[in-house]
């Protein structure tokens, strides 16, 4: 979105149309209205090959259910190569610009056998599968991480950063205020929020409920647990107030309660890393270790090295959840430390990143 923005600000005659996976076209629809109400969204059909770090080869190989899903997935590719190619025959544009999902698979691949420029961007700092294979032949790469932590080529990469909405910078103690009068939450408490992204996150979440008495006594809480498992939290946490609150999931505002926040607790995906950094927020990460390619423990490693988060290993977590505690109350109880880690987290920021995106875009239209 936050490249939209910018695209439809430097070029704004330009015919831009978002695509993306069948699954999610309500969800893009209603989000792409907040940039552009006229953008066109389309979709496509995909498939991904699911991969689970924390398994062998073998075992997943044995595994029925997951052989077949990726059988029937194989040939979902191949469906939305062939819309790809049609709607890409029929638009035939200037340049193609895909993210890393598995759905830009089939339209990467259809963008190269048309000879259509294609510009890939990669936010972990584990390249997945897809963009290794677009990278092969993209006419530019941009990362979200320095570009040591890829072995894409060097000529045609270059180190943009995660483009993010500026929304997302930091707050001062005015603006802090504000933002947690909007969201009514005590405002003499430390605020305590965790996420577990879009989709939530059971194990944080369970772990969170059974420690939310020892967590309150720290602060204010909220806890952003996603849709499917609120119904059950609901019967378990106390209802909102000043002091705890709990949401399914925040489609508008989500900078304004990071940024009123004393601490952050949240899953290691790369872009809201980036918006924690451009925040410059004290976060504690908690990454989810059987994605695929480990590539949440390798985005936490890039902070962890740079001194800039604090990380909860999961199953240690599971095994003992006072450690949420513990960590917690040690950042806010040590000011020096929760500043320094705020200030490294702050130096990830690009501010800039959406823009250079933007213009990388429009850099390799012929």
Same mark, same amino acid.
């Given at each position: ?213 020892? *967590?309150?006594?720290?602060?204010? $809480?909220?806890?952003? +647990? !996603?849709?499917?498992?609120?119904? %059950? &939290?609901? #019967? /378990? ?20 309660? *990071?940024?009123?926040?004393?601490? $952050?607790?949240?899953? +290691? !995906?790369?872009?809201?890393?980036? %918006? &924690?950094? #451009? /925040? ?87």
């Amino acid at each position: 979105m936050a490249v939209l923005k910018e695209l439809r600000e430097k070029k704004p005659q330009a015919d831009i149309r978002f695509w993306c996976d069948t699954k999610f076209a309500p969800q893009a629809r209603s989000l792409m209205e907040h940039v552009d109400p006229d953008l066109r969204v389309d979709s496509i059909v995909s498939g991904k090959l699911r991969r689970y770090h924390h398994l062998t080869i073998v075992r997943q190989l044995l595994w029925p259910r997951l052989v077949l899903l990726n059988v029937r997935d194989s040939f979902l590719v191949g469906l939305g190569f062939l819309q790809s190619f049609a709607k890409l025959i029929i638009w035939r544009p200037d340049v193609v610009f895909t993210k890393g999902g598995y759905v830009c698979l089939p339209v990467g691949l259809a963008a190269k056998i048309l000879g259509i420029p294609l510009v890939i961007h990669d936010s972990d700092a584990h390249p997945g599968l897809t963009n290794r294979i677009l990278s092969k032949w993209a006419a530019a790469i941009a990362t979200g991480a320095p570009l040591e932590y890829y072995d894409y080529p060097k000529d045609r990469s270059r180190y943009i950063g995660i483009p993010i909405a500026s929304d997302f910078h930091p707050f001062s103690t005015h603006e802090r205020t504000v933002a947690r009068q909007e969201w009514e939450v005590n405002l003499d408490d430390p605020l305590i929020v965790i996420t577990g992204g879009g989709l939530g996150a059971q194990r944080i979440n369970d772990a969170v409920v059974e420690v939310l008495p020892k *967590l309150l006594e720290l602060g204010s $809480v909220v806890l952003v +647990a !996603g849709s499917a498992q609120y119904d %059950e &939290l609901t #019967a /378990l946490t106390p209802p909102n107030s000043t002091h705890f609150q709990l949401h399914p999931f925040i489609s508008v505002g989500m900078a304004s309660l *990071l940024g009123g926040a004393d601490v $952050v607790i949240t899953r +290691a !995906g790369a872009t809201t890393i980036l %918006e &924690l950094a #451009a /925040l410059a927020k004290p976060t504690i990460l908690i990454p989810n270790g059987k994605l695929t390619g480990g590539h949440q423990l390798k985005n936490a490693q890039v902070y962890l090295d740079a001194k800039a988060v604090e990380i909860v290993d999961e199953d240690e977590m599971v095994g003992d959840s006072k450690v949420l505690v513990r960590t917690v109350k040690e950042l806010l109880g040590d000011t020096l430390k929760a500043s320094n880690l705020s200030k490294n987290l702050s130096e990830f920021a690009r501010p800039h990143a959406a823009a250079d995106m933007a213009d990388m875009i429009i850099g390799m239209v012929r």
